[in-house]
């Protein structure tokens, strides 16, 4: 069964960078694209970045762009998503997902989500 598992989460302070990290088991990560999401308390789950198998093709929110970094540390079978400069708006649980694809770029991810993990809680207090 594969599960994918997210880590790094916690209560920061603005202005704090971050890294979360999705680690898969029962799959090799490297050959899938994978998106990370969040969900704000009240609102809706949103994606947040996307990156192709081979990692060639990357697409980020219009909210983080700047800020959020994620790529892909293959001998380790990850994806991490680097948070800089960490704001208070940043503040929900987030997701890694295995993609179908990162074609279409962020307004698809959600629909093209095929394997969730279970979610960390990223808190940034001002």
């Known amino acids: 069964q594969v599960q994918l598992v997210e880590s790094g989460g916690g209560t920061v302070q603005t202005g704090t960078t971050l890294t979360l990290s999705c680690a898969a088991s029962g799959a090799v990560l490297n050959n899938y694209a994978v998106g990370w999401f969040r969900q704000a308390p009240g609102k809706e789950r949103e994606g947040v970045s996307c990156?192709?198998?081979?990692?060639?093709?990357?697409y980020y929110a219009d909210s983080v762009k700047g800020r959020f970094t994620i790529s892909r540390d293959k001998a380790a079978n990850r994806v991490h998503l680097q948070i800089d400069n960490a704001k208070p708006d940043d503040t929900a649980t987030y997701y890694c997902a295995r993609q179908s694809t990162c074609a279409g770029g962020i307004p698809t991810m959600v629909a093209r989500a095929l394997w969730w993990g279970q979610g960390i809680l990223v808190t940034v207090s001002s």
């Open positions: 990156i192709s198998a081979s990692g060639s093709s990357i």
